[in-house]
């Protein structure tokens, strides 16, 4: 391990970033068309021809095949490669980030630490991806991100040098059990539900990853990101929402006014996880200069 140079082991994070989008690219296709994601083994959409291996290497395949099947020729979408790439330069900016954007590519990486810092980013900024999108679109928060972000926390610590095993599994109960009884006296406060099962499970994987505290500070400036974005954003969908009322009210059509009704129901709706999930990465490399920042800016220092 010693010898391997910086650029050799991102170019190996790069390529398990790849694998993972092409991954994604999989479930992408296929849960929507609720075809399960290992069977049946690869096939062409459009003659049902089974995809050999070596076809299906992420970015590799799609350019020997230059963006056309090799069974029947229908033109495949550059956005598969494009994801792929996406997700390899997020795998190689883990390890990169990890050992402190350093421009030194000859030396190796120098201990364990600097690895568990890089998988747990790894896990956090490939896990951006999925949350946001499936979040966004379903509301909704899948268990093998959330649920699996404790599990990978869990055994990211195994590795000496950062959190150790008890200090994951702390900041899991702590997180996940602090945001939830957050979320249950909100909703006795507010008579609604407040907050998501899935954003409860979401934090307790970023606390067993990086801890309590800085799980906690995930949550604030989550929080503060989500006021900044969606408070316009709903300003906007009301508006939108009260000009087809108008619009339908003109044209006397009943159906129209209730769909834009319906739209109207959809704004007051937040997904939480995206913002989670953005500011995950970003307090787990910035967290402690951003604190500094801020305490500079409270005390002017
Ligand atoms: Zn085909």
């Known amino acids: 391990m010693e010898e391997i140079p910086l650029w050799y082991s991102l170019a190996v994070f790069f390529v398990l970033g790849a694998c993972v989008g092409s991954f994604y690219n999989v479930i992408v296709y296929r849960m929507p068309r609720g075809i399960s994601l290992i069977n049946p083994p690869s096939h062409c959409p459009l003659c049902k021809k089974h995809i050999p291996l070596y076809y299906n290497l992420p970015i590799v395949g799609w350019l020997i095949l230059r963006g056309k099947s090799a069974c029947c020729k229908q033109p495949i979408s550059i956005i598969y490669p494009i994801g792929e790439s996406l997700c390899g330069l997020l795998g190689a900016l883990s390890l990169y980030a990890a050992m402190g954007f350093t421009t030194d590519f000859w030396s190796p990486v120098?201990?364990?630490?600097?690895?568990?810092d890089a998988l747990a980013l790894f896990w956090l900024l490939l896990?951006?991806?999925?949350?946001s999108a499936v979040d966004f679109k379903y509301k909704l928060i899948p268990d093998s991100i959330s649920v699996g972000g404790i599990v990978a926390g869990l055994i990211i610590s195994l590795i000496p040098g950062g959190l150790t095993?008890?200090?994951?599994i702390v900041g899991a109960v702590a997180a996940g059990g602090g945001l939830y009884l957050l979320g249950f006296i909100a909703s006795k406060v507010l008579h609604k539900d407040a907050m998501g099962f899935g954003d409860v499970k979401l934090l307790a994987?970023?606390?067993a990853i990086m801890g309590v505290t800085r799980a906690v500070e995930v949550l604030v400036v989550a929080s503060i990101l989500g006021i900044l974005i969606m408070v316009p954003y709903a300003k906007i969908a009301e508006k939108r929402a009260a000009k087809k009322a108008v619009q339908s009210k003109a044209s006397q059509n009943k159906n129209a006014s209730a769909s834009a009704e319906a739209d109207d129901e959809g704004a007051g709706q937040i997904p939480f996880?995206?913002?989670?999930?953005?500011?995950?990465?970003?307090?787990?490399?910035?967290?402690?200069?951003?604190k500094e920042i801020y305490l500079k800016f409270i005390f002017g220092e």
Do not use: C, H, K
């Not at 120098?110 to 568990?116: I, Y």
């Not at 896990?127 to 949350?131: E, K």
């Open 110 to 116: 120098p201990n364990l630490e600097v690895w568990a």
């Open 127 to 131: 896990g951006i991806y999925p949350v």
């Open 165 to 168: 095993p008890v200090q994951s």
């Open 205 to 207: 994987g970023f606390g």
């Open 273 to 290: 996880g995206p913002f989670l999930a953005v500011a995950a990465p970003f307090m787990y490399l910035w967290g402690d200069a951003l």
